[in-house]
């Protein structure tokens, strides 16, 4: 896959979120827990969804877990990502139990399966502040 | 609890979906001001009567949008809804309007997507679209702008093709099966004139030979963007009455709306379409082996064979071979999308979510000419929003 350059779209960190951006600087899988329903939570968020509760606290996972669903696009799924295909965008499913959206790096096609073990990959983006968080397989 | 089915679909206009439009552009008020007059012509009311509207965005307004349609109409109504349910919008706007009436707030409610380009202007601003991401949005604080987008995962290809993929795992793939929803909806496509794809027979090895866009989705599993436009009425009793034609009477609904991005879905593969499907079928006394046609969303052919488990017409996990055991064309044991889906009929914008209830309504009311369903006189209808995740059922009925 190529290298991202500034013309991806990169995230915009707000206060909210900022926690999460800075563990991935760090090198670090950070997200937010709910005491009060003992649930994790992921996007971040002002109130734990369902709950609605306002206790959310950050802390650090490992950040492995399991693929949930991916998909190969061959075609760019926008024009910012021309270049980039075949893009493996995939669902992770936390082993706190949130899912997320990156996408499957180091990784033969044949050998992608729902189901299997992932763990983080971090990724600086050049030129800019961000560090995504993508996926490999697990030994 | 819901409807008493007393409020009835009685007119229609559609245009003829077309990839490259042979028309010049047309501003989305004045696609309201004509398709509103086509609707009432079919049916044969006249503009002063119309007392409701229900519509989605337009291009010359962000906001204020009914009221500045009935301004430009030059009509006043006692019902303005706006709706944004993506493609379940138009199939939303037909239960509103049906409880509208029933409630006795109007009589006579005209629905429309008008779908057709609008002339851009001679200055236009600067900056991305709005719609560089599809559904996608990328302004600031959108969570998909910060967790989806910087990977890739926008529109709606990317999101389809990863609930087909999970379908698979979970109950297998058959991608011959998903195939044969789009040759047997085109077989009604070949019969219906103002299909983008009338005769242009396809058949699953062609399906199964056109380009991988996204594993496991093919090119010609994937609706044809058009331009368009439609509109309908919904009136009451006593208006339907003294319609034009046989009424197609609106006796369930249900709609659910869970989530905007499949990787946030509480469960991917249990779908919003399984609530409000079984309240639809509740709500208008009907099973499922008394649908004479289903006319559902088929943005893609999972889409399809999703619905068809999700609907009840057969075990979750069993569409696969509920497909190949049964033919999908209008003349068949399962007419499924008699205008031949979108898939075959084209995506005319929000119109082509409007193309399976004006299908609908149009079986029942017995206008379906050459792919008419014989004895029509019961359509199951979805609108699908999103990613599967805003789904709203309905339930059209002859007298």
């Not at chain 1, 996007?43 to 190969?72: K, M, Q, V």
């Not at chain 2, 009685?10 to 003829?16: D, F, M, N, Q, T």
């Not at chain 2, 379940?88 to 509103?96: F, K, N, P, Q, Y």
Request: net charge negative; with cysteine.
């Amino acid at each position: 896959m190529a290298a991202d350059t500034p013309q991806r779209p990169v995230p915009t960190p707000i206060d909210r979120t900022r926690p999460f951006w800075d563990g991935l600087r760090e090198r670090k899988v950070r997200i937010q827990y709910s005491p009060s329903s003992d649930t994790w939570v992921f996007y971040p968020r002002s109130h734990a969804p369902l709950t609605l509760a306002d206790d959310l606290e950050w802390r650090d996972i490992s950040g492995e877990g399991t693929l949930y669903t991916y998909t190969i696009a061959r075609r760019p799924t926008a024009p910012d990502f021309a270049g980039d295909e075949p893009q493996i965008i995939a669902v992770v499913e936390l082993d706190e139990g949130p899912r997320l959206t990156s996408t499957l790096v180091n990784v033969d096609e044949d050998k992608i399966s729902v189901g299997m073990r992932v763990r983080p990959v971090f990724e600086d983006i050049p030129g800019s502040e961000t560090t995504l968080l993508r996926y490999e397989p697990a030994p | 609890m819901g409807l008493r089915g007393e409020a009835a679909i009685v007119g229609i206009a559609e245009w003829k979906p077309e990839r490259r439009p042979t028309a010049p552009p047309i501003f989305t008020l004045e696609q309201w001001a004509q398709l509103t007059r086509e609707a009432l012509d079919d049916a044969g009311i006249d503009p002063s009567e119309v007392d409701g509207i229900c519509a989605t965005n337009i291009r010359e307004s962000d906001s204020f949008v009914p009221s500045t349609i009935t301004e430009y109409l030059g009509i006043q109504v006692n019902f303005a809804e706006v709706v944004d349910l993506g493609g379940a919008s138009c199939a939303a706007m037909v239960w509103r309007a049906a409880a509208a009436i029933e409630l006795g707030l109007c009589n006579v409610v005209v629905i429309a997507a008008p779908s057709w380009p609008s002339p851009r202007p001679p200055n236009p601003p600067s900056g991305p679209s709005s719609w560089r991401y599809g559904a996608s949005s990328a302004n600031y604080g959108s969570p998909q702008a910060e967790f989806d987008i910087p990977y890739g995962n926008v529109a709606q290809n990317c999101g389809y093709a990863q609930i087909a993929m999970k379908y698979g795992a979970e109950y297998g793939y058959d991608p011959e099966a998903l195939a044969k929803i789009a040759v047997d909806q085109r077989v009604s496509a070949n019969h219906n004139p103002p299909a983008v794809f009338h005769n242009v027979p396809i058949t699953v090895e062609d399906v199964l030979n056109s380009p991988m866009i996204a594993d496991p989705i093919h090119m010609l599993e994937i609706v044809m963007p058009c331009s368009g436009g439609a509109a309908i009425v919904v009136a009451g009793k006593d208006v339907a009455r003294r319609s034009k034609h046989r009424p197609a009477w609106i006796s369930g609904f249900g709609e659910r709306v869970l989530h905007k991005t499949p990787t946030y879905a509480k469960d991917l593969l249990s779908t919003a379409l399984i609530p409000a499907a079984d309240q639809a079928f509740d709500m208008a006394g009907r099973s499922r082996d008394e649908v004479d046609l289903i006319s559902v969303y088929d943005c893609y052919t999972i889409t399809v064979l999703m619905t068809i488990e999700d609907a009840g017409f057969c075990p979750r996990g069993e569409g696969q071979p509920f497909v190949r055991e049964h033919d999908l064309s209008f003349r068949g044991d399962f007419p499924c999308n008699t205008h031949g889906g979108q898939l075959g009929f084209g995506q005319a914008g929000l119109a082509g979510g409007m193309s399976h209830i004006t299908e609908g309504a149009r079986q029942v009311m017995r206008r379906g000419g050459d792919h008419q369903v014989r004895d029509a006189d019961v359509a199951f209808i979805t609108g699908n929003g999103g990613l599967m995740s805003e789904q709203v059922a309905l339930i059209l009925e002859g007298d």
